[in-house]
């Protein structure tokens, strides 16, 4: 041995070691990563069962920069026995199978409650109910080094009115004062996308922001899938190697791959020359090593499905953006399935117009980006929707986002979403992915388009007939002076002919408009 | 006359009124059709001898929203001229453009209105003058002349002799619109300068030579041009034209002879047998007078002149070529280097016998 020394460290040491990564960085950045995670584990425990979201969130100051953070949802609730190890074990409830969710693993969750007990000493107060006669209460602790839950103390109650859902509370400290735009933002972009969400958020200073659910449409939930071959890695494939039931390796494949049937798997391993009836268990590493990389490779597996992704669609994208800025227009959009390096994803984008938008400055467009229904609010310049707003010649459309009121909204939707980071905050540029969103913003800019037209048209009219009812009446005057008759014509019959021509054209731009 | 005419003037502009209130009582646009003033339909008339407008017309329509404004400030003016006539009332066209002001009829500036007379004129196809509005006026006549007022009411019998006043007499619509008593002039000089209109009369030119005289102070004025006219065809009066050896002054002379393409519209302005007799391009080497160089605009105006209708003929074309061989251009006032009577002692006598040899 040599005079290194190598020791294992556990999961909760190692975010404990390097919470930067996760969004930890500072007591800014805490507060805001913190309340977003809570809040997007409560939203999964809700829209992953269909249940209509109503999240309460309150934050309260205790002095010292400590704050205490209560985030009840009526989700699904937690069961007895796996809350410790769903809010005090790091890394818990992993499976090889693939799902849209905001986050992966709960492991944000656990970050912050980690992030509380290490810089308030505070526990973490779960209450849950599935919805049955009773419901329990725990206090948890984390034990780094090992990465198990400390149980301080637990409680069954009774559960009279059969309330469902998770109650989540413990202190951290932060600074609201200057994390508060951040999460107001957080909080209103978020309504924009859940239209069918009743949120609401008490501040430190007990400002109420409340976005009440306009909709009781909800889009499908998203399902597990099994990772499509071309999305997988060497340790991801040992991994379910490992805890196969399957004897041969036919099986193997047609069990545990996305868009893999039997008939697909021989042929594949027929073009490597592997033997379909041998043990998955007995490859070599060179074989397993040739195995994923062909795997990647082959071209006969059919593309991924986007069925298991839950989008949010464009009836409920435009109600939320009505909600927030009462636009003039919305211009939606949703992009077929499509598929990056084995991910399936979808897009879908939004332009609204007029309202309550803002003109800003072209450095400070109003975009909103949202990964799996998450908002995104930080490194907006580094994101590969903003290049995609750069690239787009706008004014082929007739828009100029400098002087025009005009809202961006991009949407995607994914098993796995491209982030550039750790820090989950901009997509990263894949060319399959611009490719959606350029088409997806251009498809918009086209409709946004045809809608200013109308109108342009419309008022046009509407000046051409402000204009006949000024001159008309002096045009008459004139001729009755010049005839020499006494009375000026009756010009009824021409405005009425002008006025049946505006109506008819300014019905049919509404009728385009809804 | 007088009488004959505002008559005329007033049908025409009862017809419009009545084809106007028509079309509205009809559910119709109101539209009128006017000739098109534009040069693309002006064209010169052998047998009047001047440009007049073509065939063309274009429809003015309320349908059109860019046509409906000028529509309504041209039957706001129509409307007013009939005021003016049935009154017996005149007006200016300053005037107008003021008076447009009361009624929300806006024009941008006095050019659009004096624009929208012009289109009334060639609507009726009558000078303004016939429905009593004028320009400002500033030509002056001098010379043994006398005339009896027909106009306005006020003046009507009155006479006057045009020598009475030194400074020359006004030609205003009064003058132009007189009957002639008596002549003892046997010719008429037309002088585009007043300098050198005072010269004459300092020099007793309207003596010497018989000849009334007629200051046009640049461009004649209509009635300037409708006045030499009437002496021309009247009394039988030949007239001689002196400008600057120019382009410019040679198109005053043509101006009078030919007609302006501004007033292509109007007939009876023009008076084809007056002879231009200087000072000719071909003047400053024949007299020895001193001249400048010709300015780039100069050069400009003679390329378009080149190619204008009513230059065709063989004089004016040589005269033309001249001022570009010889890049020279002289004043009236030149002669002045021969002494301070030379124009009228050596110039005028010399240039009316080659007219007069050459005619």
Known sequence: ?514 | MQKRLNKEVLSKLTELGIEVYGQIERGEFPRIKLPIRSTSNIIFDEELKQLVLGPYKAERTASNIKQIRSLTQLLWVASFAKKLVEEGKSSTLRDLYYHSLNYGIRFREQLESDDTVTDLEALLMEPREAFNIFPKERSSIFGDLTIEYTTPETHKGMRANLSSNPDGVMIGLSVAQADFISCKADKVFVIEKNAVFRRFIEERVYERFNAILIDTAGQAPRLARLLLRRLNMELGLPVYLLTDADPWGMHIAMVIIRGSANAAHLRELTTPEAKWVGLWATDIKRFNLPSFPLTKLDEERIRLLEEDLRYRDFEWQSELQEFKKTKRRAELESFSAHGLSAIVDKYLPKKLKMVSEAG
């Open chain 1, 1 to 514: 041995m040599s005079g290194e020394k190598f020791k294992a460290i556990s999961a909760a040491d190692f975010f404990y070691k390097n919470k930067e990564i996760a969004g930890f960085d500072n007591p800014v950045r805490a507060t805001y990563t913190i309340i977003r995670e809570l809040v997007e584990n409560a939203l999964d425990a809700c829209e992953q069962y269909s249940i209509l979201p109503d999240v309460r969130v309150k934050l309260i100051d205790e002095g010292n920069s400590i704050y205490r953070l209560r985030v009840e949802d009526n989700g699904i609730g937690v069961p007895y026995e796996q809350v410790p190890y769903a809010f005090a074990q790091i890394l818990f409830g992993s499976k090889y199978t693939l799902r849209q969710s905001r986050g992966i693993f709960g492991l944000g969750g656990k970050m912050a409650v980690l992030y509380g007990q290490i810089t308030a000493h505070s526990t973490v107060k779960v209450t849950s109910s599935q919805g049955g006669y009773e419901k329990y209460t725990y206090e948890l602790n984390i034990n780094i080094q090992e990465n198990k839950p400390i149980i301080k103390r637990k409680e069954v109650m009774p559960n009279p009115s059969r309330w469902r859902g998770t109650i989540v509370q413990f202190s951290f400290e932060g600074d609201y004062v200057r994390a508060k735009p951040k999460v107001v933002e957080y909080f209103k972009q978020t309504s924009i996308i859940l239209p069918y969400a009743t949120i609401l958020f008490i501040d430190p200073d007990g400002v109420i922001y409340r976005f009440d659910r306009i909709t009781e449409t909800m889009p499908k939930p998203a399902e597990e899938v099994k990772p499509h071959p071309h999305g997988i890695d060497l340790e991801m494939v040992q991994r379910m190697i490992n805890s196969t039931r399957s004897s041969t390796l036919v099986d193997f494949l047609a069990n545990n791959f996305h868009r893999v049937g039997v008939a697909t798997a021989l042929n594949f391993l027929k073009s490597i020359k592997f033997k379909p009836d041998m043990n998955p268990k007995s490859l070599t590493p060179k074989e397993l090593l040739t195995l994923v990389n062909k795997m990647k490779e082959y071209d006969g597996f059919q593309p991924p499905d986007a069925q298991c992704l839950s989008s949010v669609g464009p009836e409920l994208l435009r109600a939320g953006i009505m909600r927030e800025f009462r636009p003039e227009f919305v211009a939606v959009t949703q992009r077929g399935a499509a598929a990056y390096g084995g991910h399936p994803f979808i897009v879908e984008a939004a332009i609204a117009y007029g309202g309550e938008i803002p003109i800003t400055p072209p450095d400070e467009l109003t975009v909103f980006r949202y990964a799996n229904k998450i908002p995104l609010l930080y490194d907006l310049h580094s994101d590969v929707t903003m290049k995609v707003i750069k690239k787009i010649n706008w004014k082929r459309y007739k828009l100029d986002p400098a002087t025009m009121p005009l809202a961006f909204f991009v949407h995607i939707c994914a098993t796995k979403v491209p982030y550039k980071t750790v820090g989950k905050e901009y997509i990263a540029d894949r060319p399959e992915v611009e490719y959606e969103i350029e088409w997806a913003l251009k498809t918009c800019a086209r409709q946004l388009r045809m809608h200013l037209a109308k109108k342009e048209k419309a008022a046009f009219v509407q000046r051409r007939l402000s204009v006949f009812e000024k001159y008309l009446p002096m045009i008459s005057q004139f001729a009755a002076e010049l005839a020499g008759s006494p009375n000026p014509p009756n010009h009824e019959k021409v405005l009425k002919r002008l006025q049946t021509h505006a109506k008819e054209i300014e019905q049919r731009s509404v009728v385009q408009v809804n």
